[in-house]
């Protein structure tokens, strides 16, 4: 087994206002392998062993790391196979699930949810990522719907609005940017799932200075009142204010906790030397961004400077800048 070696980028803030080290969250989607494969490579890469099983989830528990989620992603699956396990009186056969079960991954991805996991310690996942990859599991470029790839949730550095305003905004300046750093998918970009902030947002994140984030919150959800963006802040904001963000978004899979969730990458797990490192290391340019604030208020200026009336921003012209400006920022 060849193990991928490619170092985590450390970002400016590796620490919470509070001196603990930041945690962050991987979410990996592939194909290839079946659920009790992936759960084996998992058990074999990183130790631990298995606390709770269904026909459609396997949790994991790992030394020193915690639970780790491998499952089908399909949610009717899971809550017909929990409802066998429960036992309860509308719980189907447990044959046809088992059945629905091993022909699922045919059509739906199998996925890798991680617990969050300190920033130093992000190296442990490599030895996963060769596992699954040895195994046969297939990315984003071999799936026949190439909607699923790589997520990221980043614990942020603090609550407060002043961050949260400097994040938001470092990721409206990089938002097309990182499309092309990323090379995503041409099938995922026509995907829902990713969808980038509105053009308008952008113009209003980078013109006002919201004093509170209530106000930050009704301006997010005033435009992105949706789980499909390539950075949903709705667990963010719902940590914060659960009942506003449910007002607005009436869905149970939003679940309050203090991260982005960062939707963007692809998933390139069977390429040789491909690593979640290089997934996180395009995050860092919105991290090192967000912690400059002299560089942060000129990228701002040069946002509304190019905007135009009625057709706003050439995108192809942004990324121009941003690339000749991230070369050299002075």
Request: charged share 25%; hydrophobic share 40%.
């Amino acid at each position: 087994m060849q193990s991928t070696e490619q170092p985590f980028t450390s970002p400016p803030d590796t620490h919470t206002g509070d001196g603990n080290e930041r945690n962050v969250g991987f979410e990996l989607e592939f194909s290839g392998i079946g659920l009790e494969h992936a759960k084996d490579c998992l058990i074999e890469s990183l130790g631990g062993e298995v606390v709770k099983s269904t026909a459609a989830t396997q949790t994991v528990e790992v030394p020193d790391l915690g639970p780790f989620i491998v499952e089908i992603d399909w949610q009717f699956l899971k809550d017909k196979a929990a409802a066998v396990v429960a036992d309860d009186d509308s719980s189907p056969s447990p044959m046809l699930v088992e059945k629905l079960s091993e022909a699922a991954p045919l059509l739906v991805p199998i996925e890798v949810v991680c617990p969050p996991i300190p920033i130093s310690q992000l190296h442990r996942l490599d030895a996963l990522v060769t596992a699954l990859r040895d195994a046969g599991a297939q990315g984003t470029a071999e799936s026949l719907i190439a909607a699923y790839g790589v997520h990221i949730n980043p614990e942020v550095p603090s609550l407060d609005g002043d961050t949260l305003l400097a994040y938001l905004r470092a990721f409206a300046a990089l938002q097309w940017w990182l499309v092309e750093a990323h090379d995503v998918d041409r099938m995922r970009k026509l995907s829902p799932y990713i969808d980038l902030w509105p053009e308008a947002y952008l113009r209003l994140l980078f013109s006002s200075t919201p004093t509170d984030t209530q106000q930050l919150i009704d301006d997010y959800l005033a435009h992105n009142a949706t789980r499909n963006r390539a950075l949903d802040c709705l667990p963010l904001f719902a940590e914060i204010d659960e009942k506003r963000v449910q007002a607005a978004v009436d869905d149970p899979r939003v679940k309050p906790r203090p991260t982005f969730h960062y939707r963007m990458p692809n998933c390139a797990i069977d390429v040789e030397g491909w690593s979640l490192a290089e997934s996180w290391s395009r995050w860092c340019a919105v991290e090192r961004l967000a912690s400059d604030t002299e560089a942060l208020k000129q990228v701002g200026e040069q946002f509304l400077a190019m905007d135009r009336p009625v057709i706003g921003v050439d995108r192809k012209a942004w990324i121009q800048w941003l690339d000749e400006w991230l070369a050299d920022p002075s």
